[in-house]
């Protein structure tokens, strides 16, 4: 099949380099660095590469399938991926990208991915500075294009450098991550402890409360008393005996009234656990205050 009619599906400026053997043992080592845009859709597949990638979408936007994921990628998105996975990309036809990569190895390679993904940073992050990264490239790329003998070494501190700027941009992807999370569990916690508070008078258990919150009852249990440091059971008493107390002491309602009214079984049960948070029994503490 003749190709040479075909209509080109990039513009690129890129370097493949060739590593000195000195340099495969002893330093990270760009394979090929530089820039691409894409003039229409075309999927580039690989995999069973021995390289790693980082690279970064300085306009327009595409698609990045890793791991049988497929992701929308915009300006701004960077991803940090071990190639020997298979992975595929491609420019969206309405807005065709413009790419800024490069693929390296060598010595400690494979252990700074590793340590990456053991801290539980995401392949594809938003760097809150991406122009670092495109910086850091035509670096490394401007490195590579003179290839003297400082470029091996230069390209060497430039990938550590980048990898320096993954781990950044991964922490904070991870904590924003988390702090989403947990401002989402902080509401659900809420919703649970509210519905405590206006129903302590009615019968309450954690599968009742776990439908108010939408998070299952061993979930709830766990993280109620991590986030207020008391027992859903502890917390069920105290607000009923704080309501009792506030009945004991402005109402003539008899103990045995309050009592029901505060959600206990009877007025025997409802002495024997106010005594136990109190150190005085219902009629004792009216008479006191």
Known sequence: MNTSNLPATSSSNRILATPSAFAKANYLYAQEAGTLTSLRPHISKRERLNSYLIMIVTKGSGFFTYGNEKRNLSAGACVFIDCHSEYSHESSAE?????????FEGKEAKSWYLAYCSSGFPYLFHPENPEAFSDTILQIHSSLNKADAMSELNVHFLINHLIHLCFLAGQKATLTLSHQAESELTHKLSLAREYIINHCDKPLNLDLLS???YLSKFHLAREYHRFYGVTIIQDITFKRIAKAKSLLRFSSDSIENIALSCGFQDAGYFSKVFRKS???SPKEYRNKW
């Open 95 to 103: 807005n065709p990208w413009t790419l800024d990569w490069v693929h």
């Open 211 to 213: 439908e108010v919150c």
């Open 278 to 280: 109190e150190g005085i």
